[in-house]
């Protein structure tokens, strides 16, 4: 399976800026990655389809000026977390995929944000 | 939005002890997946399910797609100490290529 890397692993910051988070596929040019967002004692919730060189696909109810995607190389996917409010405080985790309906999914280790 | 009916929500168990976990959907999947994801870290992936009845072991694990395409389950044999974590089912909706929906997931202990 894929190797994906995010960094940073955890992050702090207060409330009302804003944190880039880096989603890396290390073994595998990937055409597309979703970010999800999990809190405590939750399940996986998918946020956006991050599509490589196009705009990404956010779910309902996910503000897409909120959370900004960038899919810029086959390789790195990054969501920014604009004007963060202690809310937006969650696990965020990433994956990628080949793109292929059949195709299983291989997550990254997780950001920690916490907002002050 | 959508989440599978994952149960049991918990389980504890002794180790030796086979667990069973099932997954259930009101629609249909193409694919049926098994992750485990420990504290503090991603999900990593157990076993990939692709045709409808198809059962898939990996090591003491072992699961399989029913035949209705609307659940799946996973068992575990023998448990040990280290196969403490959450379970999540996830699937992949027909016709909507790798977006995954997940399972509410089956927290796993085991005692000594």
């Known amino acids: 399976g894929a190797v994906v890397s995010q960094h940073p692993s955890w992050v702090i910051c207060k409330s009302g800026t804003s944190v880039k988070i880096e989603c890396r596929s290390l073994d595998f040019q990937a055409t597309t990655m979703f970010w999800y967002r999990q809190f405590p004692k939750q399940s996986l919730m998918l946020m956006a389809t991050s599509n490589e060189g196009s705009k990404a696909t956010y779910e309902q109810g996910v503000e897409k000026d909120k959370f900004l995607i960038n899919h810029a190389s086959l390789t790195l996917s990054t969501l920014t977390v604009t004007s963060a409010h202690p809310e937006d405080s969650s696990f965020y985790i990433c994956s990628v995929g080949s793109g292929r309906s059949d195709s299983a999914q291989y997550f990254g280790p997780g950001t920690r944000l916490t907002v002050l | 939005g959508q989440q599978l009916n994952q149960s049991p929500q918990s389980m504890f168990i002794q180790e030796g002890e086979d667990v069973s976990m099932n997954c259930t959907s009101s629609s249909i999947f193409n694919t049926w997946l098994w992750y485990k994801q420990d504290p503090g870290e991603g999900p990593v992936l157990l076993i990939a399910?692709?045709?409808?009845?198809e059962l898939t072991s990996n090591g003491r694990l072992t699961a399989q797609f029913g035949i209705t395409r609307k659940d799946s389950f996973l068992n575990i044999s023998a448990s040990i100490p280290s196969d403490v974590g959450i379970y999540f089912c996830a699937g992949q909706p027909s016709g909507t290529a790798s977006k995954l929906t997940f399972g509410t997931g089956t927290r796993l202990q085991v005692t000594l």
């Open positions: 399910l692709y045709k409808a009845g």
